[in-house]
């Protein structure tokens, strides 16, 4: 059934008792075409992309839990494509074009909204990188607007600008296209609209083992019994390396977790998106009216979605620091997702080193902005069984190779990307 202002009103007359289920849950068949191991953001995204633009719907997504039950329902939701590095930079500006017609393309709200993303600098050495951040990035044609303390004063009248605040404000980079998404519906979204191409997204089920003969994948292990696939993708996040280890691969990756939290609701009093690096901090209003926090990973590797108490009392530290007003407010949820850490904060996408097998993964803090791009260009993978130019630099082989795209220059660092 397609949503429209119609579809709704014809549902008002029988007490909306009678909407459709969005997606079917059917029986695992025998064999597919390919088999996406992971039912996030990603995977739904690649499912829908394999149908809508390659004409492949002999697939099958398996998740172990619920749809959006891993990162996709977890992340504080910034979207934006402010990068430098060439291929990142017409990667995220690729994913943040889908996004802007996302909601239409899906017929499924997504609730995206192009609030701004403003990051704060905090020093003059801190504005020159920066400006050269935003120049670059202009030069890939994507919108950025530096500003200075008495713009964002006004832009963000809560956020402490005065010379004697803890982290001082110098002023900050603007992308004004960036901004926030609806989480659950872009996994419902794809999911729906996938199911509606013939995917068949199987819930409760995980991928138990990978089977091969020789030196091809012939299918998947899972808690439902063998499911026979030509292609395997792997697009699981903070569980990649546990999924690549099962195809006896060692990943250049490690699983972090990451936290979020939320307090008690308030009235409209933050229209945009604000990060401060320095402080490690990322904030936002959600719709319903809480303020959203996010900071750094707890350091330790681990793979249960869950922190600890240090860590959100670092990021409530830095959030009373820049907007004192906060200290008021009352904590209201926590919560945590496994990161993909990968050894250069970018992205792994393509062919895994036994025929048949791919992933998508690696994304570190920053996958939900790359959904509809990711899904697009993997799907394209899959079923070319080469990379799209926009994925070709976030290939495995790069971290034999060299050629790593350390966005922050900060090497092999994960615990501080
Ligand atoms: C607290 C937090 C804040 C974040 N903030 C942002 C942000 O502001 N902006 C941004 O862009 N990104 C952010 N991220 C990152 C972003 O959420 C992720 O990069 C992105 O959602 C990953 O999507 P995914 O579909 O790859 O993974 P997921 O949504 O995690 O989906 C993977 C799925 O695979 C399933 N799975 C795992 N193992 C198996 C198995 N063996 N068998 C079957 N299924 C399996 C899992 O259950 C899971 O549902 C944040 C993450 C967290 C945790």
């Not at 969005?22 to 995977?43: E, F, L, N, T």
């Not at 209003?285 to 590797?301: C, F």
């Not at 959100?312 to 997702?337: C, K, N, Y």
């Amino acid at each position: 059934m397609k949503y429209s202002v119609f579809s709704l009103a014809r549902n008002a007359f029988s007490y909306h008792r009678n909407w459709p289920r969005a997606w079917r849950s059917p029986q695992p068949k025998p064999r597919y075409d390919i088999v996406i191991v992971g039912g996030g953001g990603h995977g739904l995204a690649t499912a829908y992309y394999l149908a809508r633009e390659h004409g492949i719907n002999n697939v099958a997504v398996l998740e172990k839990g619920w749809l959006g039950g891993g990162n996709t329902g977890r992340n504080t939701t910034i979207i934006r494509s402010n990068y430098m590095l060439p291929a990142n930079a017409h990667f995220y500006e690729f994913s943040l074009k889908l996004w802007e017609g996302l909601s239409r393309e899906l017929n499924f709200n997504v609730m995206f909204s192009q609030r701004g993303v403003i990051n704060l600098a905090h020093s003059d050495p801190q504005l020159d990188a920066f400006s050269r951040r935003g120049n670059a990035m202009r030069l890939n044609g994507i919108d950025a607007v530096m500003l200075g303390r008495d713009a964002l004063k006004h832009r963000v009248p809560l956020l402490d600008c005065s010379p004697k605040a803890r982290f001082p404000v110098s002023g900050g980079l603007l992308q004004p296209r960036g901004g926030v998404a609806r989480h659950d519906a872009v996994a419902w979204g794809y999911a729906r609209a996938a199911d509606a191409r013939g995917v068949d997204i199987i819930q409760n089920c995980e991928v138990t083992g990978i089977r091969r003969d020789g030196e091809r994948v012939t299918g998947v292990e899972t808690s439902r019994g063998f499911i026979g696939a030509n292609k395997i993708g792997i697009v699981v996040a903070g569980n990649s390396s546990r999924l690549a280890a099962m195809a006896d691969i060692r990943l250049p990756v490690e699983s972090h977790v990451l936290q979020a939290m939320v307090t008690e609701p308030l009235k409209p009093v933050l229209d945009t998106v604000v990060t401060s690096g320095a402080a490690h901090l990322y904030i936002s209003q959600t719709d319903k009216g809480e303020i959203l926090m996010g900071g750094d990973l707890d350091s330790y590797n681990s793979y249960a979605q869950r922190g600890n108490l240090p860590l959100i009392e670092h990021v409530v530290q830095a959030a009373v620091s820049l907007f004192p007003f906060l200290s008021r407010l009352r904590l209201m949820r926590t919560w945590g997702g496994v990161m993909d850490m990968t050894m250069d904060g970018s992205p792994i996408i393509g062919k895994l080193p036994v025929k048949g097998l791919f992933m998508d993964g690696g994304w570190c803090y920053g996958g939900f902005k790359a959904t509809p791009g990711s899904g697009w260009v993997f799907a394209w993978t899959l079923a070319k069984d080469e990379p799209h130019a926009l994925n070709a630099a976030f290939n495995l082989d790069r971290f034999h190779s060299g050629r790593l795209l350390d966005e922050k220059g900060a090497g092999a660092t994960p615990g501080a990307h």
